[in-house]
C-alpha cells in the first residue's frame, strides 16, 4: 500500500497549465526526490499536496484518505508536513516557540485550562517543552532556544525549519529546497541529517531539489518534471543518463551529444 | 549524532528562564497596591474625582489589553471596539434596571449587600456574553478578510450597533440611558485585575502562541497544523468579552450612557493606547491606559487643545519609537535570566549534558 498517491493530477492558473497530469506513489519509508528545471511545477505541486491551491483536476491519497478539498492545517494534522523554500519561520519568535506552535496540534489541554492555569496546562506545557528541545537537540539548536528566529545564521534557519516541520509529528515530510543557499559542506552535513532523520522518525520524506548532484546522493527514487508534466522516474542512475532530463537540463543539443557519445 | 533520550532534565525545567514564583511576587504587589488606595482613599486623600479617574483607569485597562489580543497578539485589525462596549453596557444596564431593581431583598443587611453583589456580577457576565457572542457571529464571516478590509468591516460594525442603539427606544435611543451605580473602586480594580489575568494566561498558553503565529506568518500557521480561522475568532471573541466587560462596569460607573460616548472615536482612543503602549505588549497596554488616561484628565480644562497636544504626543511617539513604548517586551522580562543575543557564551547548563 501506498502513502501517498497522486492520479492525473493538474493545475492550471488561467491559461498556463502549471501541473499537467502528474501521477505519482509514494511507499512508506521511501526517500524520493522531485526535481526539475526553475518553473517545472515542482512547487505547485507541493502547494497542492498541503492544501494551498485546489487542484483543477485529479485525486490525492494519503493513507486511503483523499488530501483535496482539505485545508492546509487538516493535511498538516492528517500527517505531511512541509518546510518552505523561501524560509517562512515565525520570525519574531523563540527558536523553542517556533518548534512548540508546531506541537500545538498534538498539545493535550484545552483553552479553558489555559486560563485557570490548571494540572493540565503545567503537563501539557511541561511535555510540549521537552518535546521541543528534544528535537532542537537532534538539530542542534537546543543551546540557542531562546535566540530570536530572524537572528539565527542561514543555515540554522534551515535547520529550524525542519525541526519546526518534524514537530509537527508527520508521517510524510515535504523538504522544498532544503539546501537552497547552503554551502556544498552544509549540504552535506544536511543531506546526512535528512537520511538520519528519516530512519530515526521513520518518516517517509519528499525533496524538491533544483541542483541534480545533490538529489543524486540521498534520494532513493527520484521523479523528474518539467513544464508540469513528468518526464522521467526511477533511481538515481537511471534518471542521470536518461535522455529527456538532459535535455529538460541541458538543452536539446547537448542531450543528443550525451546520446552520441553513449553510443 | 545526537542522543534524543539525553535531554537534560534541569535544562527543561529552567527553559523559561523565570524565577520561581514571579507570578506570587505580582500579585502581592497588586494586592498592596489595592490596600494602598484603599487606605488614601480613607485618609481623605484621594477624592471621589480621583477615585472615578482611577475606576476609568481600570476600565480602559481591560478595553486596551482585550483590544491588544486581537490587534497586537493575533494581529487581526479591528476598529469595533466601542461596538462591544455598547453591546456589554446596554445588556448590563438593561439588566439592572429590569432585573435587580424589580427585585425586592429581604433579610440581614450582609446578605442583601452579597445578593446584590451576586447579581451585578451575573449582570457583568451578560454583558460581556453578548458582547462574545456578537464577537463569533461577526467574527466568522469578518475574519475571513484581511487588513484594511478588515478595519472596514470592523468599523462598519461599531457604526451599526451605534445608529441601532440610537433607534432602540428600549433603552432610551439617543436621549441616553439612566443606569444605578454600582461599580466602585474595587470592583473596577479585582475585575479589571481577574481580566488581565485570565488573558495574560491564555497568551502564554499554547492557544495563546498560535494566536501569535497568526500575526507571524499566517501561511507557516496553517502549514503546521493551526486552524486559523479558529484562534482568530478565538481572539476576537475573547476581545469582545472584555470589552464587554468593560463596557458594563463604564455603564455602571458614570451612571448614564447614550450611544454617542460608544463612537468611533472611542474605538479610536482604545486603539491609540494599544500603539502607543506597543503592540503585542500587555504591559505596554497597561502603562499606556494609565498614562493617557491621566493625560486626558490633566488636560481637562484646556477643552478642544488637548486633542491637539493629545495628537502632537502621538506623532513625537511614532517618530521616535514606532513600534510603540514598549515594543512586545513585558515587565516580566526584567527578571529573565538573559541568554539571547551572546553566542559565543555557552549557556552554563549546556555543559552539564
Redesign the interface.
Known sequence: MSLLSIKKLSKSFGGLIAVNNLSLDIQPGELVGLIGPNGAGKTTVFNILTGVYPPSSGEIWFQEHSLVGLKPYQITQKGIARTFQNIRLFDNLTVLDNVRIALHSHSAYRVTSSFIRSASFKKGENSMRRKAMEILKIFKLDDKYDEIARNLPYGEQRRLEISRALAAQPRLLLLDEPAAGMNPQETQELMELIRWVRNAFSLTVLLIEHDMSLVMGVCERIYVLDYGMLIAQGSPQEIKSHPRVIEAYLGEEVATVAEDQQH | ??D?N??NQM??AN?E?YPRGLRWVILVGVLLLYLGILGLKESGSLNPYHIQILCLICINIVLVVSLNLINGFTGQFSLGHAGFMAVGAYVSAFLTRNVINQLTFSGAEWLVTLEKAGLFLLVILAGALVAAFLGVLVGLPTLRLRGDYLAIATLGLGEIIRILLINLDVVGGARGYAVPKLTNFSWAFWLMVIAVL?MV??I???????C??VR??E??????????TRYKV?AFTLGAFFAGLSGALFAHLFVYISPQIFGFLRSIDILVMVVLGGLGSITGSITAAIFITVVMEMLRQLVELRVIIFAVILILVMLVRPQGLLG?REITDLFRRK???D?DE??QH?KAV
Open positions: 549524532m545526537a534524543t539525553q535531554v535544562q527543561i527553559v528562564n485570565l494566561n491564555f502564554n498558553s499554547t492557544h495563546g502562541r498560535a501569535i503565529s507571524e506568518d501561511i507557516a500557521a496553517e502549514a503546521m497544523g493551526i486552524n486559523t478565538m512586545n541568554q539571547r543575543g553566542p555557552p549557556a549546556q
